[in-house]
């Protein structure tokens, strides 16, 4: 064995050609070891999944009812209440930062595919990667920095700006890859007919990979609606109904976490429910975008 | 490098509009980039003045009522909670990215992916309520305990189980960094070519084996660059950790202690910040973990890339 390992020792890591070999019980049950610390780790990983998921949902769904979506949230000391405020205000905001970051991430994404080839290309592909490292936090601060401080007030529309901000790295990397998945020869049959080069980019290229365009869309606004750090110094918090874009709003991810912390017992109950309403919204977000690329996967792409 | 989509490229009014808004989209991605530098350093101008940027870093007292700011006890309270969660999520993710890519049957891979996928799409907000509710009692009446009675000796694991603290904040950052490391290696192991891993095993390796000698060197760097990118992710997170580390500006040796962490002091303080000097500091304390993060993201990234890069030119 050892001389026919030799040959291949510039091959294969000098390990292989170096090794005396041990017997092949030892070494049979080192491999079965080694198998069997992998599933564990897998069963040591989903064991949280599991428990959080039968948590939020078996303690949760007590809380459901019309009264909890419609109405606002009771005064402490107070039993009832719901989140209604907080769950519009989750959309409202997130409706809000759609405008922000639905357009300049996808914008951002055709660039990449289309031109992302030059120099300016490789700096916006490697500064999206670097800046969907960022903590969301921060981009908090710097929503503060651009609107809450110039207007001397928390308001929706700072929140927003923050989670658009959040959105556009993510959702350009994505939107890039969704782009280049159409194939070429398409493009290149459209050019061939005489259309001009904006018109197949626009109607054959994107309209080909449109699927995959909110597919990826979806994903970012779960992703953003799943955000709390960002809205605590910007959207900040509303104990009632909020519909201008310029005044302080709440939101399940700020509710969740002021109820979660609270020392009542009722509370704790809410934020179970709040929780389990956000895990609903995002998921269903989610599971949205996965049917839809189930559907593009059947696709010639 | 793709040539220019039209030959005739130039005479087009509609092209030369396409390619521009295209570029200003792009663009925009470097101008978010540049604001988040500028607010950054234009808001913590006033405390660095004020503290002095040295002072600020080495400084452990925190108090905003007499304007003395100090990012020692953050900046320890962020690295040892990433450590922790390093060290327990790394064993745990690179187990699981091998045994699915290198062990598991098909049907079980798709099963176990979906739930790692799971993982990643669950709120940080939620983590920190399950860590409440779950974590800290457990840590608190079992686990601390347990830990106090064996190690007590050592200092890491002395002091009374109190459950909020950096052991807590930890263990809650290993359950979320777990699916980046794993995914990210997935994807490194996914991009190996096979004959390698056919070769070990034709010269008689067995599977872990293959695995020891063919596998784990190949994509080391890029597991390195995934460890990275999960640490970044670790040393940014908030919610989970402002929730569970117990929010108090001092540095103890025990990881039973109540710490805090950058990420989580700047939740926490500063939509109640007045002035210029405490908003400032808080900005600075962002302005830190922004560069940390800066940093150990872009590096991971070019090791993923070169690890999957060369990977891929070798196939």
């Known amino acids: ?301 | 490098m793709r040539r220019r989509n039209d030959p005739s490229a130039g005479g087009h009014a509609g092209d030369q509009v396409f390619a521009g808004s295209l570029t200003l989209f792009g663009g925009g991605v470097l101008v978010v980039f540049g604001l988040i530098v500028l607010v950054c350093v234009q808001l913590s101008r006033p405390a660095f003045a004020k503290i002095g940027f040295f002072h600020f870093l080495a400084g452990s007292d925190w108090n905003p009522v007499e304007d003395s700011f100090g990012a020692l006890p953050f900046i320890y309270g962020t690295l040892v909670t990433a450590a922790i969660a390093i060290v327990v999520a790394v064993p745990v993710s690179i187990g699981l990215a091998l045994f699915l890519t290198e062990m598991a049957p098909a049907r079980v891979r798709r099963v176990v992916g979906f739930f790692v996928e799971l993982l990643a799409g669950i709120p940080s907000v939620v983590y920190g309520l399950w860590g409440l509710m779950v974590l800290v009692p457990l840590l608190r009446s079992s686990v601390q305990p347990a830990l106090g009675k064996a190690f007590g000796f050592v200092p890491l694991f002395s002091g009374p189980p109190l459950g909020l603290g950096y052991l807590a904040a930890g263990l809650i950052l290993a359950i979320m960094i777990l699916p980046t490391i794993a995914s990210v290696s997935v994807e490194v192991l996914r991009t190996m070519p096979s004959s390698l891993r056919e070769g070990a095993l034709a010269l008689g390796a067995t599977r872990w084996e293959a695995i020891r000698m063919a596998v784990l060197p190949y994509a080391r760097r890029g597991m390195l660059g995934a460890v990275m990118l999960g640490l970044g992710r670790a040393l940014g997170e908030t919610m989970a950790v402002t929730m569970l580390i117990g929010n108090q500006p001092e540095i103890h040796a025990s990881l039973f202690a109540p710490g805090y962490s950058l990420a989580s002091v700047i939740a926490n303080e500063y939509a109640e910040a007045t002035g210029a000097i405490h908003p400032g500091a808080l900005t600075g304390l962002a302005l830190v973990l922004f560069g940390v993060t800066l940093l150990l993201s872009a590096s991971a990234r070019l090791l993923v890339r070169l690890s999957t890069g060369q990977l891929r030119s070798a196939a």
């Not at chain 1, 930062?97 to 490789?122: M, N």
């Not at chain 1, 365009?213 to 750090?229: F, P």
């Not at chain 1, 976490?257 to 389990?276: C, F, T």
Request: aromatic share 8%; net charge positive; with cysteine.
């Open chain 1, 1 to 301: 064995m050892k001389e026919q390992a030799d040959p291949m020792a510039a091959e294969m890591p000098r390990a292989v050609a170096r090794r005396t070999p041990s017997p092949y019980r030892w070494r049979r049950a080192t491999n079965a070891i080694m198998t069997g610390l992998c599933a564990l780790m897998v069963a040591i990983a989903v064991v949280p999944l599991i428990s959080i998921l039968y948590l939020v949902i078996s303690r949760g769904i007590g809380s459901l009812s019309l009264t909890f979506f419609t109405h606002l949230p009771a005064p402490v000391g107070e039993t009832g209440g719901g989140i209604g405020n907080a769950l519009v205000g989750t959309l409202y905001i997130v409706g809000l930062a759609c405008f922000i970051g639905l357009p300049f991430g996808i914008g951002a994404g055709v660039f990449l595919a289309e031109r992302g080839d030059g120099k300016l290309g490789h700096a916006v592909r490697f500064t999206a990667e670097v800046l969907s490292g960022v903590p969301s936090v921060i981009i908090g601060v710097v929503a503060y920095g651009l609107v809450v401080m110039p207007m001397h007030r928390f308001s929706a529309i700072a929140g927003a700006v923050a989670l658009g901000i959040l959105m556009v790295p993510t959702l350009a990397r994505s939107t890039e890859e969704m782009v280049r998945l159409v194939p070429r020869s398409l493009r290149e049959a459209s050019l061939a007919l005489g259309v001009p080069a904006w018109k197949t980019s626009l109607f054959v290229v994107l309209r080909t990979s449109l699927g995959g365009l909110v597919n990826a869309a979806l994903l970012s606004v779960a992703r953003a609606a799943g955000e709390t750090a960002p809205l605590l110094f910007t959207a900040l918090n509303n104990q009632y109904w909020n519909f201008r874009p310029d005044q302080p709003t709440a939101s399940l991810t700020v509710q969740i976490y002021n109820y979660a912390i609270s020392p009542y017992e009722d509370w704790h109950q809410k934020a179970w429910g709040a929780a389990l309403c956000l895990l609903l919204l995002v998921g269903l977000l989610s599971l949205t975008a996965r049917a839809l690329a189930g559907r593009r996967q059947t696709g010639p792409a």
